[in-house]
């Protein structure tokens, strides 16, 4: 196959051109920073589990009525998506306090919340991604209070079913980022996609009966064995066979 044309090169994923217009091809690394990419590193086999565990995802959504980017898998590392105009704000949900929000409110971690919190966030690495309100998003036109309100319903909604999905498999979804992007059809009627990648990258994850985190915070904090949780979210989720290695995944073809 001709060498694609990258477009873009993000601190997990790069962006290649896609095969037909409207399309990219999204590459999953094994590369993971933390702390505004203060801390760098590799998670040996992350890019395979992520494009496995997102795939998964994005299709259970799209089961239940959400639009997403999401088109076809390819291979072990690489997926088809729709090109979207990405709307530059993290949309943080929490259902129990762990991060920032202990650090900013002084709420200890583990602390269930009385009811979902949503947080936005302006897409900025230079600016560390300031947390902001609606009024920002407005007032400066990331996005428009029909955009608002349309993300904002598909978000709510991804939280309960990932929820319930997590779990049936013995997981805590303590709280997760998403990221929208615009698609214009052919009348120039904009619709809003769940964009991105939704893995233990951008989730926090913790084991019910241990409680032991399966996710980022392993490699955040030093807490070891990364690749064993990011494998064992897989393997309950029923990508990875039980019994199988990352090899299993590894092989599959173009
Ligand atoms: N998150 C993310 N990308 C970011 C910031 C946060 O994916 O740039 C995710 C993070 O993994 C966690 C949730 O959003 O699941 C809430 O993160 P938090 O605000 O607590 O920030 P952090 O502790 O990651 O600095």
Not at 210 to 232: I, P
């Amino acid at each position: 196959m001709a060498r694609r044309r990258q477009l873009y090169e993000g601190k997990a994923k790069v962006l290649f051109e896609g095969p037909e217009p409207g399309t990219l091809v999204a590459h999953f690394k094994d590369d993971a920073t933390a702390f505004n990419n203060q801390k760098r590193g590799t998670i040996t086999g992350k890019g395979v589990l992520n494009n496995r565990i997102s795939e998964f995802l994005m299709l259970r959504l799209h089961e239940i009525g959400i639009p997403t980017h999401f088109i076809r898998r390819l291979n072990m590392r690489e997926q088809l998506i729709r090109e979207v105009e990405i709307i530059p704000i993290e949309v943080v949900v929490r259902n129990v306090a762990a991060g920032s929000m202990t650090k900013r409110l002084g709420v200890p971690e583990g602390t269930a919340l009385p009811r979902s919190i949503v947080e936005f966030y302006y897409k900025n690495d230079e600016l560390g991604d300031p947390m902001i309100t609606e009024e920002h998003i407005t007032a400066f036109g990331w996005a428009s209070p029909q955009d608002i309100d349309d993300f904002l319903a598909m978000t709510l909604r991804i939280n309960d079913f990932l929820t319930g999905v997590f779990l049936g498999i013995g997981i805590k979804l303590i709280d997760f980022k998403l990221e929208f992007g615009r698609i214009y059809d052919e009348n120039g009627d904009v619709r809003i996609v769940l964009a991105d990648e939704i893995s233990p990258d951008n989730c926090r994850l913790w084991d019910i009966a241990t409680g032991e985190k399966m996710d980022k915070d392993r490699f955040r904090r030093d807490l070891g064995n990364v690749e064993g949780a990011y494998q064992e979210v897989a393997r309950r989720l029923g990508i990875l066979p039980e019994g199988a290695s990352l090899e299993a995944i590894d092989g599959d073809a173009e």
